[in-house]
């Protein structure tokens, strides 16, 4: 890993700036690199903020991303728990983002079906790669340490070989998802988390700072050879005592 950075924002008014610029710098450095820019999409809270602070950028060009989901529910696009419909209807309609570009979840499949199927969607557009390694992972982290859907004393922590996983029997309702594995997202170049509010000070000291017992499922993304960035909030890091960075809403990543 090259190193985990954990920075802190005074509140989300002046991190989400800050998000934006590190996708939009990140898509830049991909694309030059190898004609694409490829990102992993989280749900929650990360896709309102993401989606409004992208659209408020004076430009903004996506006609070369490929964009999939870390984790999706299992229910219709038009449902407010659709992580894709989510992103639909705040970012992807209003932006140049190609169809063939957004990797979606067939949802009318039974859940490891659409697994098998994600899985073969994400094989097709990696081609080449024992796990497909995205440019750029954003990450929201749950009240219980959970990230993606692998959660705290699930089997699916320790799936080794699986790219996309199906779950049926989720602690937070919609039971039935598909996940991104740890493999999938320890391989990516870059991972960032995005967490904010008071509420998730006690989780972020835990996962960050370490806990008697296992490790916590958002403490297990480690990448292999990416960076890893932990983008937080003042209220989020009132417990934290290790050493943090410190940045206001003009800063780069």
């Known amino acids: ?7 802190v924002f005074p509140s989300s008014a002046e991190l989400g700036p800050v998000l ?33 602070e992208l659209l ?10 490929v964009v999939g989901f ?21 970012l992807f309609s209003k932006v140049n983002i190609p169809d063939s570009g957004i990797l979606t979840i067939e949802p009318g499949l039974p859940v490891n079906e659409c697994a098998e199927d994600y899985t073969h969607k994400l094989k097709e557009a990696f081609p080449g790669d024992d796990f497909p390694v995205f440019d750029l992972l954003l ?19 320790e799936e080794t070989e699986k790219i996309v996983a199906p779950i049926s029997d989720s602690p937070k309702p919609p039971p039935q998802r598909v996940t991104m594995t740890f493999p999938v997202v320890n391989s990516a170049h870059c991972v960032a988390f ?21 490790a916590l499922p ?3 993304v480690v990448p292999t050879s990416g960076e890893l960035l932990w983008l937080v909030d003042n209220p989020a890091a009132a417990s934290l005592t290790i050493q943090v960075e410190r940045l206001g809403s003009g800063a780069k990543l």
Request: positive net charge; hydrophobic residues 40%; charged residues 20%.
């Open 1 to 7: 890993m090259a190193g985990r950075r954990v920075v």
């Open 20 to 52: 934006a610029q590190l996708v939009t710098s990140r898509a830049e450095k991909a694309i030059v690199a190898h004609g694409r820019f490829t990102l992993g999409l989280s749900g929650g809270s990360l896709a309102s903020m993401l989606s409004k």
């Open 56 to 65: 408020a950028l004076p430009v903004l060009d996506c006609s070369k991303w």
């Open 70 to 90: 870390c984790d999706e529910r299992l229910v219709a696009f038009d449902d407010p728990e659709s992580t894709y419909g989510l992103y639909k209807s705040q």
């Open 139 to 157: 990450l929201g982290m749950g009240p219980d340490g959970h990230t993606c859907s692998l959660f705290p004393d699930h089997p699916l922590l």
């Open 194 to 214: 995005v967490s904010t509010g008071g509420s998730k000070a006690p989780i972020l000291k835990e996962v960050l700072e370490g806990r008697q017992g296992p």
């Open 218 to 220: 958002a403490a297990r």
